[in-house]
T-cell receptor
Framework: ETGVTQTPRHLVMGMTNKKSLKCEQHLGHNAMYWYKQSAKKPLELMFVYSLEERVENNSVPSRFSPECPNSSHLFLHLHTLQPEDSALYLC???????????????FGEGSWLTVV | DQQVKQNSPSLSVQEGRISILNCDYTNSMFDYFLWYKKYPAEGPTFLISISSIKDKNEDGRFTVFLNKSAKHLSLHIVPSQPGDSAVYFCAAGLSGGSNYKLTFGKGTLLTVNP
């Protein structure tokens, strides 16, 4: 039990589909993140939300659209994706978005996305 | 250009021996370093961190060493256990800065053989 839960764990979608990834954190944190992990690449930050406000959009294509309705929930809406977008998408949260001792990032288990 | 490099994609160690995982960084501004562990089908979990004011931080079987002049850090696991088999990620950032400025390495797969 990580305190950060993601659904679905696995998703296969066509390039014309619209789908969403969901993340929920039960830790009372104020910052939430989306990361992408492709094969043989480091974790890449996609988006950061702090108190429901987006504070970072790390040059992510518009076919990925985040939504943070409250500090406990984060969505990643997907549409017209490409096969190269197939990856593990990790949600994470932390107390704040500041890198200080004790303010650790907690990750969810990830959503495996395959675009066909 | 990768600012955080884990040059060994994999490492195999016998149970009870020491595991040493290495990480190099290029940005001399980094002053906050972390190690995460990841099991298959799970998200990364925080293991240990160190700030640049220290050269060593210990937590049970896990010790992180920082060599600022060499821009190198290492994670020592002693004694290694089969349950330590996982992918280990090194991350670096600026303390007091934003977490989202953490830069991760590609990871090293550690296998501890019984």
């Amino acid at each position: 039990e990580t305190g950060v839960t993601q659904t679905p764990r696995h998703l296969v979608m066509g390039m014309t589909n619209k789908k969403s990834l969901k993340c929920e954190q039960h830790l009372g944190h104020n910052a939430m993140y989306w990361y992408k992990q492709s094969a043989k690449k480091p974790l890449e930050l996609m988006f950061v939300y702090s108190l429901e406000e987006r504070v970072e959009n790390n040059s992510v294509p518009s076919r990925f659209s985040p939504e943070c309705p409250n500090s406990s929930h984060l969505f990643l809406h997907l549409h017209t994706l490409q096969p190269e977008d197939s990856a593990l998408y990790l949600c994470a949260s932390s107390l704040s978005h500041r890198a200080t001792s004790g303010n650790t990032i907690y990750f969810g288990e990830g959503s495996w996305l395959t675009v066909v | 250009d990768q600012q955080v490099k884990q040059n060994s994609p994999s490492l195999s160690v016998q149970e009870g021996r020491i595991s040493i995982l290495n990480c190099d960084y290029t940005n001399s501004m980094f002053d906050y370093f972390l190690w995460y562990k990841k099991y298959p089908a799970e998200g990364p979990t925080f293991l240990i961190s160190i700030s640049s004011i220290k050269d060593k931080n210990e937590d049970g079987r896990f010790t992180v060493f920082l060599n600022k002049s060499a821009k190198h850090l290492s994670l020592h696991i002693v004694p290694s256990q089969p349950g330590d088999s996982a992918v280990y990620f090194c991350a670096a950032g600026l303390s007091g800065g934003s977490n989202y400025k953490l830069t991760f390495g590609k990871g090293t797969l550690l296998t501890v053989n019984p």
